[in-house]
C-alpha cells in the first residue's frame, strides 16, 4: 500500500517491518548463490531449491528392522514411500527443543528422500566472497560437502545429500 493511499483513507502509517514488506522489491544481484536454508540441531544447512522438493508436517513413520540408527523408517507421501532420515546424530547435535520438526523432501521421484529439520526452511542468498573453506566437521558429513558459506559469524553447509545419505546406508 503506497503512503499517498494510506493518507487519503486516513489510515494510519504501516509500522517500518510492515512498509519494508510493502517496498518493491530490491533487484537481485546475478552473482548471488541462492540457496534453501535449514537447521538439523546446531547444524545450518543449505539446498538447491531444485534440490530439495516438498516441505510437510511429520508424517506418520514405519520403522524398518536392523536399519542404522540415522534411518528413521519409511513415509507414505501421497502413495509414494520414501526413506526418512534424521541427520543430528550424523553432525553430533540434537534438535531444537522449540522448533517444530519438519520433513523436507530432497531429490524427486524414485530418487526422494525425507529428512527431518528443525522448524521452517527459508530463503538466503550469498554473495560468492562469503564461500569459505568448511570447518572440521566428523569423517562422514565432510566427505559430501558441496560449498560452506559465511552468514556473518555462521558457517552454512551445502551438502551432496544424494552421497550423505548414502554413507547412512552403506
Request: no cysteine.
Amino acid at each position: 500500500m503506497n503512503p499517498t493511499f494510506a493518507n487519503s483513507l486516513g489510515l494510519p502509517p504501516l509500522p517500518p517491518e510492515l512498509a519494508a514488506l510493502a517496498a518493491p522489491a530490491t533487484p537481485e544481484d546475478p552473482n548471488e548463490v541462492v540457496r534453501q536454508a535449514f537447521r538439523v540441531g546446531h547444524m545450518r544447512l543449505l539446498a538447491p531449491f531444485a534440490k530439495a522438493s516438498e516441505l510437510t508436517e511429520m508424517p506418520n513413520v514405519y520403522p524398518l528392522p536392523r536399519m542404522p540408527a540415522n534411518m528413521l523408517g519409511l513415509v507414505n507421501l501421497h502413495g509414494r514411500i520414501m526413506p526418512l532420515f534424521d541427520l543430528a546424530a550424523l553432525f553430533e547435535t540434537e534438535h531444537l527443543p522449540r522448533e517444530k520438526r519438519m520433513l523436507l523432501v530432497i531429490g524427486h521421484g524414485n530418487d526422494a528422500a525425507g529428512i527431518v529439520i528443525d522448524g521452517l526452511p527459508r530463503r538466503m542468498a550469498f554473495a560468492p566472497e562469503s564461500r569459505i573453506l568448511p570447518p572440521a566437521l566428523p569423517e562422514g558429513p565432510a566427505a559430501a560437502i558441496v560449498a560452506t558459506y559465511l552468514a556473518g559469524d555462521d558457517a552454512w553447509f551445502e551438502f551432496d545429500y544424494a552421497q550423505l545419505l548414502d554413507q547412512l546406508v552403506s
